[in-house]
């Protein structure tokens, strides 16, 4: 909002900068060259001069309207304006420089305040300076630098000058305002996301405890109240459920094979022995399409008694965990409606699927 209001106001001091010069150029310049046209050496170099300063003004003012950046067409218009500028002032009499006939003098100013708004200050304060030093100098050519004409080529530049380095001020001042509101935009777009993070963070470990408390917390009360353990499997199923639930927040390249690896350390730490293959690429997956995946694999290698073999294969559009056991599956495996599970016998064997998305 801050960056916004910044924009707002640096605009609208660009447009009246532009309202000053098309002021000056139309409401004091053009009668002033108009009066004069019998005392210049050539009055058609003067129309030139004025129609030069007139188009840039014009051109600049589309732009800035237009809210657009004036690029690198800010240069050779700078040197189109103090192109007309020497042209204005070598087609005035030597005697007529400091008088109503030079017409140009407080214009060039002000196009270059025009020209040069968005760039740095330093930018601003060269072309000012430089046209006054053409100024000066253009006098002392031509032989009228006496005293009396340089302090009133003096009193003229203060007075001027004055109205343009408050212009040219008040736009650096805005310059740093609005690098100051980015920088506070960024700064708080970090904290909001910081605390965006965290409350999804929050919210996830809250979802995980509440999934632990309907069925790892039952059985760890029924430790600590000494019941006797009589189906290992269940304890194994859980251990399995609390690796996973780890592995979910790690960053890794593959999700569900993370998970998978989680699920079958706990079977290989009671000395089953897994293999874990995989083929084809999956699509990204989310975390409750992964868990509905993998909680039939961890009920069958909690089950399982001497080795196990996990495949998962994958297509741009689906993504499947199978499992074959020595030992039969729970009676009930886990299901859910985004993954379909299948089981099969043969020869001992224990074959078990589960495919996403649900046929």
Wanted: hydrophobic share 50%; with cysteine; glycine share 6%.
């Amino acid at each position: 909002m801050a960056e916004l209001t910044v924009s707002r106001l640096f605009r609208g001091l660009r447009l009246a900068t532009l309202l000053i010069t098309a002021v000056t150029l139309f409401g004091l310049n053009l009668p002033l060259l108009l009066a004069n046209a019998e005392v210049y050496r050539s009055f058609a170099v003067e129309v030139a001069a004025f129609a030069v300063l007139a188009m840039v003004a014009a051109v600049t003012g589309v732009l800035i309207w237009r809210d657009r950046p004036l690029g690198r067409w800010r240069w050779p218009a700078l040197g189109a304006v103090f192109a007309a500028s020497v042209a204005a002032v070598s087609a005035v009499p030597p005697e007529l420089v400091v008088t109503e006939a030079e017409w140009s003098y407080g214009t060039i100013g002000w196009c270059c305040l025009l020209l040069l708004a968005d760039h740095r200050f330093t930018a601003v304060l060269l072309a000012l300076a430089a046209h006054q030093v053409f100024s000066f100098g253009q006098l002392i050519a031509v032989g009228q630098a006496d005293r009396l004409t340089l302090a009133g080529l003096a009193t003229v530049s203060i007075l001027v000058l004055g109205y343009q380095l408050t212009v040219a001020a008040a736009t650096a001042a805005l310059h740093r305002l609005a690098r100051l509101a980015q920088h506070t935009a960024v700064q708080e777009e970090r904290i909001r996301t910081a605390e965006a993070v965290a409350d999804q963070l929050h919210r996830d470990r809250r979802t995980r405890f509440e999934e632990l408390a309907t069925s790892t917390v039952p059985l760890l009360a029924g430790l600590a109240a000494g019941t006797p353990v009589r189906d290992r499997a269940s304890y194994a199923v859980e251990a399995a459920r609390m690796r996973r639930l780890f592995a979910e927040t790690d960053d890794v390249d593959d999700p569900l094979l993370h998970e998978l690896r989680a699920c079958a350390e706990v079977a290989e730490r009671k000395g089953v022995t897994v293999f874990l293959g995989t083929w084809g690429e999956r699509p990204e997956l989310s975390v409750p399409v992964r868990r509905a995946l993998t909680e039939p694999v961890a009920a069958c290698l909690a089950a399982t008694v001497a080795e196990a073999r996990v495949t998962v294969l994958g297509t741009p559009g689906t993504a499947t965990v199978s499992v074959v056991t020595d030992a039969p599956p729970p009676v009930r495996l886990p299901s859910s409606a985004q993954v379909t599970v299948t089981h099969r016998e043969s020869g001992g064997k224990h074959w078990v699927e589960a495919a996403w998305p649900a046929k």
